[in-house]
């Protein structure tokens, strides 16, 4: 582009310069008279011979004329404003250029600006990336370390016991559930419910079956750390079984299996869950529980 700016007005200029000189030049002559100038020209021969015979000292004054009046041909106003003209063409045309050439330089020097603006803004851009990673690494460790930290310091709530205690109902009977928790953690946890299930299988099958929601226990709080725990003994079993039903999983006959899941908040107000299933062991003269069933069973969060 700027190489066409200044191509245009060297043209402009050449072209300018080249019409100063052929206005200044003298017209030459056409090559062939018209008729009024051959009639002009023959009265001006038969006028010019005729004073010759009058008066032949004439002749020099005539000369002297027709020299003043080419002198003052050459001397008209016609031919200064020619030259004149062609000066103000040569230095219109040589401003033109020189602000072409200061405009270039202008535009050069904005272009060298803008680069270097450009490269500015790369650079920040760059810093400004890697400090927004450094800073997305120091908040990823310390979610980390503060989530690790919670983890550390939270309840932790198992269910660590589960019996079953009779109560006679005329000529049935009535079943209640006794259950044991203790908080392994190191700040106390908010008991919310545990729903739990009594089953009389064969054997505990490996997906854990529906459980009845259990009752909500006012946010009865576990301790940490405690060796005795937290005990609860009269959650009634909603059927009430024969005496001959009670003999056989006494005699352990029939096995009885507790499962369920234990639902508690820690001090940070998130909420946990601790699934447990137990089958009741007869021995002796007494039932006990030992811990059964997969991993399905024993759900922790």
């Given at each position: 582009?700027?190489?066409?700016?200044?191509?245009?007005?060297?043209?402009?200029?050449?072209?300018?310069?080249?019409?100063?000189?052929?206005?200044?030049?003298?017209q030459a002559p056409s090559g062939?008279?018209?008729?009024?100038?051959?009639?002009?020209?023959?009265?001006?021969?038969?006028?010019?011979?005729?004073?010759?015979?009058?008066?032949?000292?004439?002749?020099?004054?005539?000369?002297?004329?027709?020299?003043?009046?080419?002198?003052?041909?050459?001397?008209?106003?016609?031919?200064?404003?020619?030259?004149?003209?062609?000066?103000?063409?040569?230095?219109?045309?040589?401003?033109?250029?020189?602000?072409m050439w200061r405009q270039t330089?202008?535009?050069?020097?904005?272009?060298?600006?803008?680069?270097?603006?450009?490269?500015?803004?790369?650079?920040?851009?760059?810093?400004?990336?890697?400090?927004?990673?450094?800073?997305?690494?120091?908040?990823?460790?310390?979610?980390?370390?503060?989530?690790?930290?919670?983890?550390?310091?939270?309840?932790?709530?198992?269910?660590?016991?589960?019996?079953?205690?009779?109560?006679t109902a005329g000529t049935e009977?009535?079943?209640?559930?006794?259950?044991?928790?203790?908080?392994?953690?190191?700040?106390?946890?908010?008991?919310?419910?545990?729903?739990?299930?009594?089953?009389?299988?064969?054997?505990?099958?490996?997906?854990?079956?529906?459980?009845?929601?259990?009752?909500?226990?006012?946010?009865?709080?576990?301790?940490?750390?405690?060796?005795?725990?937290?005990?609860?003994?009269?959650?009634?079993?909603?059927?009430?079984?024969?005496?001959?039903?009670?003999?056989?999983?006494?005699?352990?006959?029939?096995?009885?299996?507790?499962?369920?899941?234990?639902?508690?908040?820690?001090?940070?107000?998130?909420?946990?869950?601790?699934?447990?299933?137990?089958?009741?062991?007869?021995?002796?003269?007494?039932?006990?529980?030992?811990?059964?069933?997969?991993?399905?069973?024993?759900?922790?969060?």
């Amino acid at each position: 582009m700027r190489a066409l700016g200044i191509a245009s007005a060297i043209a402009v200029f050449c072209y300018l310069l080249f019409l100063s000189v052929e206005c200044s030049r003298p017209q030459a002559p056409s090559g062939r008279p018209t008729q009024a100038e051959y009639q002009q020209h023959s009265q001006y021969q038969k006028n010019f011979t005729s004073n010759q015979r009058r008066n032949p000292a004439g002749l020099d004054d005539q000369n002297n004329s027709d020299g003043n009046k080419q002198q003052a041909d050459t001397n008209s106003p016609n031919g200064w404003w020619s030259v004149a003209l062609s000066i103000a063409a040569i230095v219109i045309s040589a401003v033109t250029l020189l602000v072409m050439w200061r405009q270039t330089n202008i535009n050069k020097r904005q272009a060298d600006l803008a680069d270097v603006q450009n490269r500015i803004m790369e650079t920040q851009s760059t810093i400004l990336d890697s400090t927004l990673r450094e800073t997305r690494i120091a908040a990823d460790a310390a979610t980390k370390s503060s989530g690790a930290l919670i983890e550390a310091e939270r309840a932790h709530v198992w269910m660590v016991d589960a019996h079953i205690r009779w109560e006679t109902a005329g000529t049935e009977f009535k079943a209640f559930i006794g259950y044991k928790m203790k908080n392994n953690g190191n700040t106390v946890g908010f008991l919310q419910k545990v729903p739990l299930a009594f089953r009389v299988l064969d054997e505990l099958p490996d997906v854990p079956l529906p459980i009845r929601p259990g009752p909500f226990i006012n946010q009865r709080f576990i301790p940490p750390k405690d060796e005795k725990g937290v005990s609860w003994s009269n959650i009634e079993i909603q059927k009430l079984f024969t005496r001959d039903e009670v003999n056989e999983i006494s005699s352990g006959l029939k096995k009885v299996f507790i499962h369920g899941a234990v639902h508690y908040i820690d001090i940070f107000g998130k909420t946990h869950i601790s699934g447990f299933a137990f089958e009741i062991v007869h021995q002796g003269d007494k039932l006990w529980s030992r811990p059964v069933g997969p991993k399905a069973y024993w759900e922790y969060t």
